[in-house]
């Protein structure tokens, strides 16, 4: 097993050569799990990036970078992906990104902003005016800190809020004006928001503004709201359109999923899979295969994970090299199963024949291997060589896997 292990070090420096060692065991068990960052809206054009945020009351933060940027691959690679800064963005705004060089929409928005270094973060509001601006690349507490200016940019709003919150002050127009405010600050809010939802009549909920109010507070499983917006799901969609509302029950569903592990809670896990199957999006069973296969690795549930994983390569990702490399490679790390070590190198293989790649070749390589499949394993492993001379990477893993074949076969 030591000799596996080894030998799996070696394959991951190649495949991520600027990952270091620890990162690299960091990442053993977790390979094919998604990160915890930023969502970031990808297929819509500003326009319609900025008619979601008119619908859902919300402040857009849009990262402004060139392919070419240093600091922009560093803020993509270390600071988008954090977990802390996911969890502030993706509740308090509609995130996206546009390369301001090759986007259909990148020239035209900077021009629009005069943007003229890299990166440029910009918040706007619905309409496309600028709320805030920062240019520069930022570390993970930089970047929060830069979003509280954009959101509370006139300092002692909140603090004079609390004050009159604490001295008795109730009215539907505050409470809504002081949820929002904790809301853009990152500040916990469910305990108001109950009181605030309490004392909403039915004209009220039904009024535009406090309906997106309730929309943009309902951001977690646990929250207040959420039992009231899945209830109006028909009128929330007419509200905010049909793309926005199942964007925020998938984000929801997804946190959900991803502190549930963290939590050692079951039932946060299943409440994501209930709402998602409640909401009856036209890609939800796609998406809860999809989180299922996030969640059972975390649990080490590999039973579970085998069910969801073959269930998902056959309805959605039976030519998607990408998935079934990791898929089979999640399988060599942590299943002994001889059927299920049958069934993914059978992933690994199709994942050649889609995409003859050399890690896909190891992957396969690494597999027979395990299966004591010596001269399948030492074959593999001289496709994966030629395949790495092609692509101008050192065969490394390769080569030491063939040593442990020969040293292997020479036990026999």
């Not at 359109?241 to 946060?268: G, Y």
């Not at 809860?288 to 969801?308: C, F, H, V």
Request: proline share 3%.
């Amino acid at each position: 097993m030591l000799r596996l292990v080894v030998l799996f070090l070696e394959y991951i420096y190649t495949m991520k050569k600027l990952l270091t060692l620890f990162a690299i065991c960091t990442l053993v068990t977790v390979q094919n799990l998604s990160a915890d960052g930023i969502e970031f809206v990808h297929d819509k054009s500003f326009q319609e990036v900025l008619a979601m945020a008119k619908a859902q009351n919300k402040i857009i933060f849009m990262d402004c970078y060139t392919v070419w940027c240093g600091p922009c691959k560093r803020m993509a690679a270390n600071v988008f992906p954090d977990k802390e800064v996911g969890d502030y963005f993706n509740a308090n705004f509609i995130n996206t990104k546009f390369e301001m060089q090759k986007d259909a929409d990148g020239p035209d928005i900077s021009n629009k902003y005069s943007i003229r270094a890299y990166p440029t973060l910009l918040w706007l509001d619905g309409d496309g005016k600028l709320i805030y601006q920062h240019v520069g690349g930022l570390d993970p507490q930089g970047l929060i800190a830069e979003a509280k200016k954009a959101t509370d940019p006139t300092p002692g709003i909140l603090a004079g809020m609390k004050t009159d919150y604490a001295n008795g002050k109730r009215d539907v127009e505050f409470l809504s004006n002081f949820l929002n405010t904790l809301n853009a600050t990152g500040e916990k809010y469910d305990d108001i928001f109950k009181e605030y939802l309490g004392k909403l009549s039915e004209k009220e909920l039904a009024d535009s503004k406090h309906a997106k109010t309730v929309f943009a507070l309902t951001n977690d499983i646990k929250s207040p709201g959420l039992s009231y917006v899945m209830k109006n799901r028909d009128s929330y969609i007419k509200l905010v359109s049909e793309d926005a509302f199942d964007l925020k029950i998938n984000q929801i569903a997804s946190k959900a999923v991803s502190e549930a592990p963290r939590a050692e809670d079951k039932a946060m896990f299943e409440g994501a899979i209930d709402l998602l199957k409640s909401n009856k999006a036209a890609d939800h069973p796609e998406k809860i295969l999809k989180l299922s296969m996030e969640y059972y690795p975390r649990t080490n549930d590999w039973a579970s994970y085998d069910k969801s994983a073959t269930q998902y390569i056959k309805k959605y990702a039976a030519k998607d090299a990408v998935v079934l490399n990791d898929v089979a490679w999640n399988y060599f790390l942590n299943i002994n199963d001889d059927a299920q070590l049958q069934k993914a190198t059978k992933w690994a293989y199709e994942a050649v024949n889609t995409d003859n790649k050399y890690t896909y070749n190891l992957t396969y390589a690494y597999l027979h291997y395990k299966q004591n499949n010596y001269k399948e394993a030492e074959r593999a492993c001289d496709y994966a060589i030629i395949r790495a001379n092609e692509e101008n990477v050192q065969p490394s893993s390769a080569n030491a896997l063939k040593e442990a074949i020969k040293k292997s076969q020479t036990k026999q």
